[in-house]
C-alpha cells in the first residue's frame, strides 16, 4: 500500500469532518448570527443542524447565518481531536499532506491560516468549486494532484475521483449519515477518524 510509489508521498486530506470540527464551529456561527448559544441535541447527528437541533431556515435570518461564514469564521474552526497528531505522524514517515476542501475559493487563505495556527503540518489549501459534470467538486482537483491517497467524511464527495488513488471515508457521528448505500462498494477503506485511517495506513 505505503510502497506503491516511492517517489509519490502525497496524501490529501478533507477539512471540515477530517481535519477540522465544523460542527462545533457552527454552533459559534450561530450565536454570532443570533446571539444564543445552541444546545447539544444529538451527539451522533452527523449535520450541525441535526446535533444542535436547530431551525432550518430561510430568508431574512438565513441570510444572517450564511453571512456570518466569514473570512472570521473559516479562520477558526478548532482542531477534531487527533487530527494534528495523526498528519503529524504521516509527515514523519515521509508523507506530504494537502488539503483539498470544498470551500469557496476566497477562503482558501483563510483556511490554511487556520490549519498552520492549529498546529496542522499543511502548506497548501485547494479550495474546489461546485461541479457541473455529476462528479465530486474535488475530482478535477484529485486528477491534478494524483495523491496516493484521498481521505473525506462525505461519500458523495468520492464520485469520479481517479481510480487509482487510494479512497478513505471517516465515518463519523452515523445518525442522518450521507454515507450508505450502494457506493461504499468504491470506497476502499473506511475509518473512525483521521487517526484510525494514519494507524492504518502506516501499518500497511
Known sequence: M????LKNRLIALDADG?????????????????GEVPKLRDPEAYWAIDRWGLERLEGERLERLRA?????????????????????????AGYDLVCVSALQPQFADARLANLRAQGFPIDSVFA???????????????????????VDDYLPY???VPQDMHTALVLRQQRGSPNVGPELANVKSTHADLAAFADWWLDQ
Open 2 to 5: 505505503t510502497t506503491t510509489n
Open 158 to 160: 468520492f464520485k469520479g
Open 18 to 34: 477530517v481535519l477540522l470540527d465544523y460542527n462545533r464551529a457552527y454552533a459559534k456561527a450561530w450565536e454570532r448570527a443570533f
Open 68 to 92: 456570518s461564514f466569514d473570512e472570521q469564521y473559516w479562520s477558526s474552526i478548532p482542531a477534531i481531536d487527533g487530527a494534528v497528531d495523526a498528519c503529524q505522524r504521516l509527515v514523519d
Open 128 to 150: 474546489t468549486s461546485s461541479a457541473t459534470d455529476g462528479r465530486s467538486p474535488k475530482a478535477a482537483a484529485l486528477e491534478q494532484l494524483r495523491p496516493l491517497a484521498f
